[in-house]
Structure formats: structure tokens, C-alpha cells
């Protein structure tokens, strides 16, 4: 059982106040493509030293900053926020073309915890939920892509359109009655205010989905982080997860429709412009070789054979195992030192994986 989990439930046992010994302040920061420097902190309005006008002492809020080239500096608060609710696993982004900078975070509650989305543009917050599935959801290790596509429309007068995409793809692991990979996009460059983000299950995307019963053999590290990467410079996306119900692990692609024709309600095309296509280029068994730690982290990464390979630190190696089209390897390992360090035995796997 995590320590997050061991809080909840103590928390939920009334014996001691969930915060307060449990979680400290996280900080994220980011630098733009124009070179401001944004910083995101998440912890109570006391441990981020914020004045009573702000919010309650014990509130739970996320601040922002930015720092731009120039020396101009600002700070708020994500508007909306502050509550009893936990909200940590900060992740960020910045799109340089609809210039957007976007703050993901997940907020903690008992029994159950949701997946929110900030979106600052043209100086406006926008924030919505991603939606979970019914029970007793918990969001897990959620992650940011940023993709581009350039889409054909047909205006009134006949002539071809060609427009530029911005969109922010999110996946994270659902652990809940039925526990899967789920996936959401938003496209930054339109107007009109996210709402709820439409939310897909990834095993039902590509005609499974089901049930899934504990599998004792099957360990954590193999389905828990599901992985995002992009797919060459159209635009295409690609994803690696575990199916649960299926026992397999499957590479796909996700794109959307380009080829749009003239926008407008009678347009079906047009109507599912956002919808997501999801097509399977890889599948094969889960890997029996993953960690069995929640707690260890695991990155994939996805060659130009579409092969995935798991990696994953301990305290003396960087682990992973490959997956060949056949078979998971066994765990091979770069040994950590003071010329091995963490960040170059990662780009040594990625670089191998990647190229294979």
C-alpha cells in the first residue's frame, strides 16, 4: 500500500488531519518557447505563505507564477481551487503557437480523487474536470502531449482552408471497478471554453474493454504508467498501455480527422473533428518483468519498430526490459556512479529503444 493510500485511509479513520502531516508543498516550473519562466506550487495557503485575504490558513490552492525575459514578473492563484480537497502530481505545458500555458493536478479526497485542467490564455483561466468512471475512481500518474496537425476545411466560397491544430493529450492509469487507461484531448487554439473534457476508456477505443479481475502475476509497473509519445512530424500520436481484461499490452496510434470538408451542423466529419481514431500497430503479452512496487516510476518508450521497452530506476541501476514482437526480455540494467549518472543510463535506454 503507497503512503498516499496509508494517509487516506488513516484520514478517512479520523486520526489524524489528512495535510497536515501527509503532504508538503510540490513545485513544478517550466521555461515557454518566448522564454518566460513559469513556476507552479500546490500546498495549503500557511505553507505557501499566503496571506488571509487570499485564502483560509488550511485551504488547499495552487499558485502560479512568471518570470518574463524582460524582468516582468506576476503571481495568482488558479482561480476556483482552494479547498479541503489535496491537489498535487503537478504536470505543465506550453504551446508556443496558441500560446497557452497549461497546469494538470490531481485533487485528493478519501476515497476517491479527479483529474483537473487549468488553461491559461490571453489572461484567462480556464479550468475543467476530466471525468471519472462511477465507483470510487483513483486518477493515476497522469502525463501532458503536446501535438500539432494542420486540418482542410472548405469555406462558404469554395476555397481550400488550411489550419493549424494545437492540441494537449492526457493519459493516465483509472484504478477503479474497471481499471484501465483513459485518454482526453483538448484543442487549444479554439475559442469556445472546455467544459468537461470528453474522456475515452483506451481498451473500449479499440473494440475491447470489459471486466478486469485481479491478475496476482501480472506486476503494478506493468500497466500502472500508461505513456504517451509522438508519432514523426504529422502530428500523430502514439500510446502504450496495458489491457487488464484482454492480459495484453498494446502500441497504438492516435490521430484525428484532417480532411474536414465545409464546417457546419449537416458535416458529420466536421461533428467528430475531435473524436479520436485509434488504430492498434502493436500488442502482445503484458511484461511479467515490470516492477512490483507502486512506487517505482516506470517510462516507456516506443521504437521505430512501434517495440515498447519499460524503464525504471533503483537504487543502484537503471532496469528495463524490451519488447522484441515476440517476447519481454529479461531485465538487463546500466549500473549508477558518478560517470553513469540517473539522467545519462535513461537517454542510453531511450536512445537504444528508440532507434530499434
Known sequence: MTTLRKCLLLGFAGLFALGSVCFAVESKSLLATDGTLYTVSAGTATDLNLPSSMAAPSDFVIQWSYLRQNGESGSGLIPGVAGTAVKDNIDLAYDGPSSSFVVLWTEEATLLNVLHLGVLHAGQWQVSSLLPNVGFPRAMNARLLLSHIVVHTI??????????????????????????????????????????????????????????????????????????????????????????????????????????????????????????????????????????????????????????????????????????????SDVNSIGLSGAMTYDKAMRLVQDMATKN
Open 155 to 328: 469555406d462558404n466560397s469554395g476555397a481550400d482552408v488550411y489550419t493549424p491544430h494545437s492540441i494537449l493529450s492526457i493519459i493516465w492509469w483509472e484504478d477503479t471497478n474497471i481499471s484501465q487507461a483513459r485518454y482526453a484531448a483538448v484543442f487549444l487554439d479554439e475559442d469556445s471554453g472546455m467544459g468537461d473534457v470528453q474522456v475515452y476508456d483506451l481498451p473500449a477505443a479499440i473494440g475491447g474493454g470489459g471486466p478486469t479481475p485481479s491478475l496476482p502475476d501480472v506486476p503494478v509497473g506493468a500497466y500502472l504508467y500508461p505513456s504517451l509519445q509522438p508519432q514523426g512530424p504529422n502530428g500523430g500520436i502514439l500510446a502504450s498501455f496495458a489491457d487488464l481484461n484482454a492480459g495484453k499490452h498494446f502500441v497504438v496510434t492516435i490521430d484525428f480527422p484532417k480532411d474536414l470538408g465545409k464546417p457546419g451542423p449537416g458535416n458529420i466529419t466536421w461533428q467528430r473533428r475531435h473524436t479520436p481514431i485509434v488504430g492498434i500497430i502493436e500488442l502482445g503479452p503484458i511484461d511479467r518483468m515490470a516492477p512490483i512496487d507502486e512506487s517505482i516510476t516506470v517510462s516507456t518508450f516506443i521504437g521505430s519498430g512501434y517495440h515498447p521497452t519499460l524503464a525504471w530506476r533503483t537504487s543502484t541501476s537503471v532496469q528495463y526490459s524490451r519488447y522484441d514482437g515476440a517476447s519481454w
